[in-house]
């Protein structure tokens, strides 16, 4: 079993990649009233200008849909048109700005480009187009060659290269013809040289103790002259970038206080820090001439926010970039090396900006460069013909909510569907002790500002409060007993923790140190329960610090009786109970499922278990005591989480209705720059 450790920061360093802000569905219904009295105006009241200046207010305001803009522009053009030839280059341009921007919305841009060459319209086939090249790329992932021919990762269970070719949409394998083990598991991380003959990756290699090792290693793209360059115990270090010259990588290095950004050579694995932070989160590349190093990383302020630095590749001259209160992370430099790359959300919503650099220093005022680049992209690279792919990632799961019969097992009333604030599966629903509200995890995802909510719902009216936690990240949340806060793993700009979040203000309390995953508070308010490596069952009391093993698990998946005397765990194929305080397990059943999630009723009489990984998720009601198990008649396709009302009637459960991933290419981004041979 891997280490918890390894999990979490693997898991943080990925997702700390990708990031955006979801636009207010409040204002874009705000927006879409506005577009209807703007129509009226045009076509009721007959007054042109009015309408056009309406449009543009549309299309200007921030978290508008991008349906609804696209649709403002082209009417707009449309207006200017109607008045007149004198009218035509503000015609030209807002249809321009529809079809350079708006490339998703097809039929509208259609229209467009239709308009355009009526207009006679020169150059536009250079703009800025938006073209979606997979409607499923669920299975490409990884970085693009230098080349910008290939998105390409690593096959973990061969150690083969999978490289997706843009131009084609085939993927092709380059075979491992090197060592490869099941005991090696790539963590995800992966850094060509500029000449693509060699890739750096971070993994972990299972010791002859049955440890996982973090490893820094270093092969030809088919698995000859692997090297590991750095190996040392619950240290991790994320490839970043290589030097033009191939003599050393830039990359992420983990330690107990933070993070380092460090310069490692290549050809003995000597090491350089160029900058040590408090920060977990870290982004960095080389210049194209391999003189400077940006990077962003978070800092400490109110509220803490990230930003971009520049420094010579010595680590000397430090500067910070377009610096900003808002949170500003770096993307990529341009190909020529005259700019910097940034994503910001200084205007109100997630855009890219470019900022010009020379000699080591900022040489003018950043500028927007791309509006509204959506919250759910990955951004993947830049080809030196200018063009940017991106990766969206769609969650359009919905929470629902029935009645059940838990003596009998009979749905009383239907699951049917719950309107939520945020689009996607709420994760991890949890009902307070007291009844009165049902907390869940809204936009759960990307570890940045603006995902991972905690959400509370009124059970009696449905309305939703947001909390507002300083925390980076949140997740594996659970009540405490009181009804009154909550327990979670956070992550600060600086440190991973256990924390008690206040259910009404969002004060954040920091409980301990993080030693594992899953913590549940006791009644006492003083004991609390986790997973720690193993895995195994641990508690701490918060008082003094002491810590023990209650027993070793064989799954992850646990839950603790609501007065705090028991846990109910998973091991060799069965669900047991267990006392916290000592005492040997009892078997309450086996042979239903592989796997299941676990809830104990809030009156200790029952264990709900989930099957896990089924295809439609069966749930049975288990005496806590022993005895038979009954199957609920409620079978639910792609059910991800399900929570029952502590009294026993009323359920919640998520669901993964329809999850997308598209690939899209943003075409003539940037000027296309030549590729050295």
């Not at 190093?293 to 000397?316: C, T, W």
């Not at 500067?319 to 209160?325: F, Q, S």
Request: glycine content about 10%; overall charge neutral; some cysteine.
């Amino acid at each position: 079993m891997k280490s918890i450790k390894s999990v979490l920061l693997t898991w943080l360093l990925y997702t700390a990649l990708s990031a955006g802000y979801l636009a207010s569905q409040a204002k874009d219904n705000q927006a879409e009233v506005a577009l209807q009295a703007a129509i009226k105006i045009e076509t009721v009241d007959g007054d042109l200008r009015g309408a056009i200046e309406q449009y543009k207010k549309i299309a200007a305001m921030p978290g508008a849909g991008r349906a609804t803009v696209a649709t403002a522009l082209l009417r707009m053009g449309q207006c200017h048109e109607k008045l007149g030839e004198a009218q035509t280059k503000e015609a030209r341009a807002a249809y321009e700005r529809l079809v350079r921007e708006f490339g998703d919305q097809a039929g509208i841009v259609a229209q467009a480009r239709a308009r355009l060459t009526a207009l006679g319209a020169p150059g536009i086939a250079g703009g800025l187009v938006t073209r979606r090249i997979l409607p499923d790329a669920s299975g490409v992932s990884g970085v693009l060659t230098a080349d910008g021919k290939y998105i390409s990762h690593i096959d973990k269970d061969t150690g083969d290269i999978l490289q997706f070719d843009v131009a084609s949409g085939q993927t092709r394998r380059i075979t491992n013809r090197g060592p490869w083990s099941k005991t090696e598991d790539p963590l995800g991380d992966l850094a060509f040289s500029r000449d693509g003959k060699q890739i750096a990756y971070d993994s972990e290699i299972l010791s002859d103790a049955k440890n996982w090792i973090p490893h820094l290693r270093i092969r030809n793209p088919d698995g000859s002259g692997l090297r590991t360059l750095y190996s040392e115990k619950d240290i991790y270090i994320v490839p970043l970038d290589w030097s033009p010259d191939a003599a050393s990588i830039l990359a992420y290095r983990s330690n107990p206080n933070g993070a380092d950004l460090i310069l490692i050579s290549t050809a003995d694995g000597s090491m350089r820090v160029l900058r040590s932070t408090t920060s977990l989160w870290i982004q960095a590349s080389f210049s194209p001439d391999g003189r400077s190093v940006a990077f962003s990383f978070v800092r400490e302020g109110s509220p803490p926010h990230r930003d971009v630095f520049l420094m010579n590749a010595d680590g000397r001259n430090e500067v910070v970039i377009a610096g900003h209160p808002a949170e500003d992370r770096l993307l990529q430099w341009t190909p020529d090396g005259r700019s910097l790359l940034f994503f910001s959300d200084r205007s109100g919503t997630w855009d890219i900006w470019t900022v010009p650099i020379a000699g080591g220093k900022q040489q003018g005022e950043p500028e927007p460069l791309k509006k509204e680049f959506a919250w759910d992209s990955e951004a993947i690279g830049f080809a030196p013909n200018g063009s940017f792919y991106y990766k969206t990632q769609t969650s359009l799961g919905r929470l629902h909510s029935g009645e059940v019969d838990l003596e009998t097992g009979k749905v009383l009333v239907p699951p049917a569907p719950v309107t939520t604030r945020y689009t996607g599966p709420p994760s991890q629903p949890s009902w307070s002790p007291d009844g009165k509200y049902l907390l869940y995890i809204s936009r759960s995802g990307f570890a940045d500002p603006g995902n991972n909510i905690l959400t509370i719902r009124s059970a009696a009216t449905g309305e939703e409060r947001f909390l507002s936690p300083r925390l980076r990240f949140v997740n594996q949340i659970s009540w405490a007993p009181d009804s009154r806060s909550i327990i979670a793993l956070g992550v600060t700009e600086r440190e991973i923790a256990f924390f008690r979040i206040d259910a009404e203000t969002s004060e954040i309390t920091k409980l301990a140190d993080v030693g594992g995953t899953v913590p549940k508070l006791c009644p006492d308010g003083k004991t609390l329960v986790f997973i720690a490596d193993g895995p195994s069952i641990r508690k701490r009391n918060l008082e003094t610090g002491e810590e023990s093993e209650v027993l070793k698990v064989g799954h992850m998946s646990y839950d603790l009786s609501p007065d705090g005397r028991e846990v109910v765990f998973q091991m060799d194929g069965a669900v047991k109970t267990v006392p916290l305080n000592g005492g040997e397990p009892r078997e309450l059943f086996r042979g239903l499922a592989k796997s299941y999630g676990l809830r104990w009723t809030r009156d200790g009489r029952y264990i709900i278990a989930r099957a896990n990984g089924t295809a439609n998720s069966e749930i049975w009601r288990v005496p806590a005591q022993g005895g038979t198990p009954l199957k609920l008649d409620l079978s639910v396709p792609k059910m991800l989480f399900f929570a029952l009302h502590p009294e026993n009637r009323r359920f919640a459960f998520s669901v993964d209705d329809v999850s997308k991933s598209e690939l899209w290419v943003l075409e003539n981004f940037l000027p296309p720059t030549k590729v050295a041979k």
